[in-house]
């Protein structure tokens, strides 16, 4: 059974962001405005804007600022500009739906210059939540989005971790990203009750650490 459905980013990062030892590992995140956008650039230099509502990367953007010059790419087209203000105009006539959040930019660990992030799949079975799937999903050369969808090639969790981060434990590793997963079920079970599958994008840094970048309650 599939379960209830939610379909709302910012709901359910609202619910991550309740629990301290989670909140830890979700990346920045606001709703959509010019001030916002503002903020996290100065603040990290690297933002990715994407839809409320939607999958499989479908508008999806990432913004960036350095040394004065704002950029935006979208797919594999980026363009640059000399002040905050034409950035932003033009961004909100690429952007896609009205809704949009903002979600702080990690720089993800990458495999021969392409980003990769990770997939783990749970559901519900007789009353227990069961692992399904554990997997890296590599973005397509030329792409900062890792969807399968878009072109991303699909590893296992452990080649993904040992091709990307070459020096860490990927035993350990798998372990925390499930440790939070666990986390995260009993935060998504009372917080949206009858749930019954889950989806949980998770990203890892240069350094390591493991963010949480979305959890679906449909995952394809």
Known sequence: MAGRQLADK????????????????????????????????????MAVIKPVRGGGGYGVIKVTQKGGIYGFTYMSQSRYFKS????????????????????????????????????????????????????????????FVTNLSKGGTQLSAGEGLRRSLGNVSTRKKRAEMRSLTNKCIAIMESAFPGVGQLGFDYGIDTSGRIWIFEVNTRPQ
Do not use: C
């Open 84 to 143: 905050f203000d034409a950035m932003f105009q033009a961004l909100n006539r690429t952007r896609v739906g009205r809704k949009y959040i903002i979600q702080q930019g990690i720089h993800l660990a990458r495999i021969q210059g392409r980003p990769i992030d990770y997939r783990v799949k749970v559901v519900k079975q007789n009353g227990k939540w069961v692992y399904r799937s554990m997997l890296g999903r590599l973005a397509r050369p030329g792409l």
């Open 10 to 45: 910012w709901l359910k990062t609202e619910a991550l962001l309740r629990n301290p030892e989670v909140a830890v590992h979700v990346p920045q995140t606001r709703i959509y405005s010019g001030e916002a956008l503002r903020s996290v650039l100065q603040q990290f230099g």
